[in-house]
């Protein structure tokens, strides 16, 4: 049944470039959000083996909480994008919807799948299409910025790859139900371990390997950006804790997590004081909010999981949010540089209110909802040490402080720039959105909570979803 | 390219051709299959392109007509991966050692996936020498 | 046996070391394709049996079919690998002509003076 929102994307990624009309792609992605909402609302975990071959031998995707958890904020933030993007992207407008169809297929592949070789080609997949998408506007800069992304990328994918191969080698299976049952903690699999985590850091941005987060995002067009730094790096934070939790079940890299979760948490604050980029300023904010999401998870306990992933829907939500906003500023002026920028906030209040909704939220002002995840985030750091939570308190300052320069510099003050043009609609709709859902879920923390549950227990029982892949209840 | 290319490409051009759609049609019995059977074509396709220039390897097939061909073989696996167990139930179930029509749907999919394949790297090798 | 897995290690090191330290767009590329390769190389090594059937299923119990046979997995993993690897060098290729285009060179220490 998933099959067709998959196949349904494909052909919308080759008709758009036949028939040349956008509404084409547009119409396919949203239609696989309400055909995952439709899925969604289903009770039970569903395991669907392509081709007839039950589970050990075959390819399975599996359904549970948290990928479908994935899926629909992938596809939810995905649809909205591509409404964004109606407006914004003037040349090659084809092209740029054939990739952004396999761009979703491909985050729906890696959230969905059961199977780790099918992992890597969705993520492949993922990958190139991203690659393509940064180089989209093929000026100097992007052209450069994505050959670096490229060259980087895929020197991390090759690692992820000779990590599943060995874990074959190993192991004799790829079935990431299977391979729970038959991985123990060797040291062997500890290297394998070691090389699948370091394949996937790249992609999350850990602090190690989150230099081309920075240098790909102004290069990129806004919407690229906004996906890059919410559903892209949400993927790999998955990816992560798909491999750990659910596959090799090892509580014993937690510390590891806590420690990297805690270095990036600061350094991406510290570096994000000194930007005059806007762009580069809020990719360093992505960075700093990745740290928080893993030393959240590395905790282990039930509420810090919870705690993690619902921060990881609120980073995705307010980092669109925040790059789509800026992208309206970006459109009208032309330059990201904040010293020449100011004084618009009262030419478009709309704007600077969604922009202000989006960094107030990340730094974790009481009524939006970057303060609800961040204040479970304190909860679970409390009970292991409050070091933790002090650091985290301060970095949380930091976010405080760049947010008030960053918007102080572009809406406030007093400048020359005269904005001419009105604001396209289709431009604002899907940013306004977002805000409501920002504000709707910081007064209403339950219903975030809510969405969050079933992915917590589905990423904490590992019993249950080896169970309903092997069990046999196959469709 | 001088004579002695040409005339030897002109020669082993059709049997290159051959090798490769013998590859992607028996890829469910022996080794190959859709993707080297396609490669096998397009190295083909690239030796008449570099010995007589890209038009004449255009005159073969076109870039557009590539493209469409490929969007067309993908919506047929597509079909295939949707209606499988009407395919399953019209060829046999389990491979047959020197039988063509066996292996449930593979021979299918190995026929339209080499297509497309060839297509794709069609397109990639003349966009590239266009450049 | 050995000698395979020693030579796909190798390859990967001098793939590492040609993506790091050379500077041409052309090479990073070539450094690149080597990496997956080696990959490659070490998947088929892994998937080999020394005397087993040919993976045609000719049986309809699996799990006997699955004893006797040669592994057939890494092969079609590798395959797929393959079609990725050529994506992706295509894809690089292609931005390298036009990093070309706008720098007039393809050596990255160039490019930087360039931009200033």
Same mark, same amino acid.
């Given at each position: 049944?998933?099959?067709?929102?998959?196949?349904?994307?494909?052909?919308?990624?080759?008709?758009?470039?036949?028939?040349?009309?956008?509404?084409?792609?547009?119409?396919?992605?949203?239609?696989?959000?309400?055909?995952?909402?439709?899925?969604?609302?289903?009770?039970?975990?569903?395991?669907?083996?392509?081709?007839?071959?039950?589970?050990?031998?075959? @390819?399975?995707?599996?359904?549970?909480?948290?990928?479908?958890?994935?899926?629909?904020?992938?596809?939810?933030?995905?649809?909205?994008?591509?409404?964004?993007?109606?407006?914004?992207?003037?040349?090659?407008?084809?092209?740029?919807?054939?990739?952004?169809?396999?761009?979703?297929?491909?985050?729906?592949?890696?959230?969905?799948?059961?199977?780790?070789?099918?992992?890597?080609?969705?993520?492949?997949?993922?990958?190139?299409?991203?690659?393509?998408?940064?180089?989209?506007?093929?000026?100097?800069?992007?052209?450069?910025?994505?050959?670096?992304?490229?060259?980087?990328?895929?020197?991390?994918?090759?690692?992820?790859?000779?990590?599943?191969?060995?874990?074959?080698?190993?192991?004799?299976?790829?079935?990431?139900?299977?391979?729970?049952?038959?991985?123990?903690?060797?040291?062997?699999?500890?290297?394998?371990?070691?090389? @699948?985590?370091?394949?996937?850091?790249?992609?999350?941005?850990?602090?190690?390997?989150?230099?081309?987060?920075?240098?790909?995002?102004?290069?990129?067009?806004?919407?690229?950006?906004?996906?890059?730094?919410?559903?892209?790096?949400?993927?790999?934070?998955?990816?992560?804790?798909?491999?750990?939790?659910?596959?090799?079940?090892?509580?014993?890299?937690?510390?590891?997590?806590?420690?990297?979760?805690?270095?990036?948490?600061?350094?991406?604050?510290?570096?994000?004081?000194?930007?005059?980029?806007?762009?580069?300023?809020?990719?360093?904010?992505?960075?700093?909010?990745?740290?928080?999401?893993?030393?959240?998870?590395?905790?282990?306990?039930?509420?810090?999981?919870?705690?993690?992933?619902?921060?990881?829907?609120?980073?995705?939500?307010?980092?669109?949010?925040?790059?789509?906003?800026?992208?309206?500023?970006?459109?009208?002026?032309?330059?990201?540089?904040?010293?020449?920028?100011?004084?618009?906030?009262?030419?478009?209040?709309?704007?600077?209110?969604?922009?202000?909704?989006?960094?107030?939220?990340?730094?974790?002002?009481?009524?939006?909802?970057?303060?609800?995840?961040?204040?479970?985030?304190?909860?679970?750091?409390?009970?292991?040490?409050?070091?933790?939570?002090?650091?985290?308190?301060?970095?949380?300052?930091?976010?405080?402080?760049?947010?008030?320069?960053?918007?102080?510099?572009?809406?406030?003050?007093?400048?020359?720039?005269?904005?001419?043009?009105?604001?396209?609609?289709?431009?604002?709709?899907?940013?306004?959105?977002?805000?409501?859902?920002?504000?709707? @879920?910081?007064?209403?923390?339950?219903?975030?909570?809510?969405?969050?549950?079933?992915?917590?227990?589905?990423?904490?029982?590992?019993?249950?979803?080896?169970?309903?892949?092997?069990?046999?209840?196959?469709? | 390219?001088?004579?002695?290319?040409?005339?030897?490409?002109?020669?082993?051009?059709?049997?290159?051709?051959?090798?490769?759609?013998?590859?992607?049609?028996?890829?469910?019995?022996?080794?190959?299959?859709?993707?080297?059977?396609?490669?096998?074509?397009?190295?083909?396709?690239?030796?008449?392109?570099?010995?007589?220039?890209?038009?004449?390897?255009?005159?073969?097939?076109?870039?557009?007509?590539?493209?469409?061909?490929?969007?067309?073989?993908?919506?047929?696996?597509?079909?295939?991966?949707?209606?499988?167990?009407?395919?399953?139930?019209?060829?046999?179930?389990?491979?047959?050692?020197?039988?063509?029509?066996?292996?449930?749907?593979?021979?299918?999919?190995?026929?339209?996936?080499?297509?497309?394949?060839?297509?794709?790297?069609?397109?990639?090798?003349?966009?590239?020498?266009?450049? | 046996?050995?000698?395979?897995?020693?030579?796909?290690?190798?390859?990967?090191?001098?793939?590492?070391?040609?993506?790091?330290? $050379?500077?041409?767009?052309? $090479?990073?590329?070539?450094?690149?394709?080597?990496?997956?390769?080696?990959?490659?190389?070490?998947?088929?090594?892994?998937?080999?049996?020394?005397?087993?059937?040919?993976?045609?299923?000719?049986?309809?119990?699996?799990?006997?079919?699955?004893?006797?046979?040669?592994?057939?997995?890494?092969?079609?993993?590798?395959?797929?690998?393959?079609?990725?690897?050529?994506?992706?060098?295509?894809?690089?290729?292609?931005?390298?002509?036009?990093?070309?285009?706008?720098?007039?060179?393809?050596?990255?220490?160039?490019?930087?003076?360039?931009?200033?």
């Amino acid at each position: 049944m998933i099959t067709i929102a998959i196949s349904v994307l494909f052909l919308a990624a080759f008709l758009v470039l036949v028939l040349k009309k956008d509404m084409i792609a547009i119409s396919a992605i949203v239609f696989s959000f309400f055909f995952l909402i439709f899925i969604y609302l289903a009770p039970e975990t569903m395991v669907f083996a392509f081709s007839g071959w039950n589970p050990p031998f075959g @390819i399975v995707w599996v359904l549970d909480g948290l990928g479908l958890f994935m899926a629909l904020l992938i596809t939810g933030i995905m649809s909205l994008t591509a409404i964004y993007s109606v407006k914004y992207i003037k040349k090659r407008k084809h092209r740029y919807y054939t990739l952004l169809c396999l761009l979703t297929i491909g985050l729906l592949g890696i959230s969905l799948t059961g199977d780790i070789f099918n992992m890597y080609v969705f993520f492949e997949l993922m990958s190139v299409s991203s690659y393509a998408l940064v180089a989209f506007l093929l000026n100097k800069e992007s052209t450069e910025a994505a050959f670096k992304y490229l060259v980087v990328g895929s020197l991390s994918s090759s690692f992820l790859l000779l990590g599943i191969a060995m874990l074959y080698g190993l192991a004799g299976t790829l079935n990431m139900a299977d391979l729970a049952t038959k991985v123990y903690g060797g040291p062997a699999f500890l290297v394998v371990l070691g090389l @699948i985590l370091g394949g996937l850091s790249l992609k999350s941005a850990i602090v190690p390997f989150h230099f081309w987060l920075p240098d790909v995002h102004p290069a990129a067009p806004s919407p690229v950006s906004a996906l890059l730094s919410s559903v892209i790096v949400g993927s790999g934070v998955y990816m992560m804790i798909r491999v750990i939790f659910t596959v090799f079940g090892i509580v014993s890299v937690f510390w590891m997590l806590i420690l990297l979760g805690l270095v990036t948490m600061i350094l991406g604050g510290l570096m994000a004081l000194i930007q005059k980029d806007a762009k580069r300023l809020i990719a360093y904010s992505t960075v700093s909010q990745i740290g928080y999401i893993f030393v959240a998870i590395g905790i282990g306990t039930s509420l810090g999981v919870t705690a993690g992933l619902f921060h990881l829907l609120n980073n995705i939500l307010l980092k669109s949010l925040l790059f789509m906003s800026f992208g309206i500023v970006l459109w009208h002026t032309g330059t990201r540089d904040m010293n020449r920028l100011g004084g618009i906030g009262k030419q478009m209040p709309w704007v600077a209110f969604c922009f202000g909704v989006g960094a107030l939220g990340t730094a974790g002002v009481p009524p939006l909802n970057g303060f609800a995840s961040k204040w479970l985030i304190y909860m679970a750091t409390w009970q292991v040490s409050p070091v933790i939570t002090a650091i985290a308190i301060i970095v949380s300052a930091i976010t405080m402080a760049y947010y008030i320069k960053v918007f102080s510099c572009i809406f406030m003050g007093h400048s020359n720039i005269k904005i001419v043009n009105k604001t396209p609609k289709m431009m604002l709709i899907p940013v306004i959105i977002i805000t409501i859902m920002c504000i709707v @879920i910081g007064i209403f923390p339950q219903i975030g909570i809510m969405f969050v549950e079933p992915a917590t227990n589905a990423l904490l029982n590992q019993s249950q979803y080896i169970n309903a892949v092997l069990g046999g209840s196959v469709i | 390219m001088d004579v002695i290319v040409r005339t030897m490409i002109k020669g082993i051009f059709p049997f290159i051709l051959l090798f490769g759609v013998y590859t992607i049609m028996h890829g469910h019995l022996t080794p190959g299959g859709s993707f080297p059977g396609g490669t096998m074509i397009v190295v083909g396709l690239t030796l008449v392109a570099l010995a007589f220039g890209l038009k004449k390897a255009e005159r073969i097939i076109k870039e557009e007509t590539a493209h469409i061909l490929e969007g067309i073989m993908a919506f047929f696996l597509i079909f295939i991966v949707l209606f499988e167990t009407f395919f399953r139930s019209i060829l046999a179930p389990t491979g047959m050692i020197f039988n063509l029509w066996s292996a449930q749907q593979i021979l299918l999919l190995n026929i339209f996936g080499g297509i497309m394949v060839t297509m794709a790297l069609t397109m990639i090798v003349f966009l590239l020498m266009k450049e | 046996m050995i000698e395979l897995y020693l030579t796909s290690g190798l390859m990967m090191m001098l793939a590492v070391y040609c993506i790091a330290m $050379k500077p041409n767009l052309i $090479k990073k590329i070539i450094g690149l394709a080597i990496f997956t390769d080696a990959i490659h190389l070490l998947l088929i090594t892994i998937g080999f049996r020394g005397n087993g059937i040919p993976p045609i299923m000719t049986h309809e119990n699996v799990n006997t079919f699955a004893q006797l046979s040669v592994d057939p997995v890494p092969q079609a993993l590798v395959l797929t690998s393959i079609v990725i690897s050529i994506s992706i060098t295509a894809l690089a290729l292609g931005i390298s002509i036009i990093a070309y285009r706008h720098f007039n060179t393809l050596n990255t220490e160039e490019m930087n003076r360039l931009k200033g």
